[in-house]
Nanobody
Framework: QVQLVESGGGLVQAGGSLRLSCAAS????????MGWFRQTPGKEREFVAA????????DCADSVKGRFTISRDNAKNTMYLQMNSLKPEDTAVYFC??????????????????WGQGTQVTVSS
């Protein structure tokens, strides 16, 4: 059983930055594909970014390319999402997700086995 805990969300002005963290426990983090997703009320959860279990390959949604960076530190069992140049449309609850035993799962939500509880990011204009 893997537990995921997100942190780092908050309120920021447009153009500002935040760094989200996702701390994992209870599994073999270094053999787990990880991803970030987000959801706003009334909308489906959408893909933000994903990273391979060794951190060598990443992918992100077109809407965040050039502004968000996903990374991980396997020694700390933690994944990060550095968010720069934030826009009001980035406002959402951000979730981290884990796919145990998968090298890379990208935006395929149904391949992720475990999800965090989410952290709220609010960008004011």
């Amino acid at each position: 059983q893997v537990q995921l805990v997100e942190s780092g969300g908050g309120l920021v002005q447009a153009g500002g930055s935040l760094r989200l963290s996702c701390a994992a426990s209870g599994g073999t983090f270094s053999s787990t594909s990880m991803g970030w997703f987000r959801q706003t009320p009334g909308k489906e959860r959408e893909f933000v970014a994903a990273i391979t279990w060794n951190g060598k390959i990443t992918d992100c949604a077109d809407s965040v390319k050039g502004r968000f960076t996903i990374s991980r530190d396997n020694a700390k069992n933690t994944m990060y999402l550095q968010m720069n140049s934030l826009k009001p449309e980035d406002t959402a609850v951000y979730f981290c997700a884990a796919a145990v035993g998968h090298y890379f799962t990208g935006g395929c939500q149904d391949k992720y086995d475990y999800w965090g509880q989410g952290t709220q990011v609010t960008v004011s204009s």
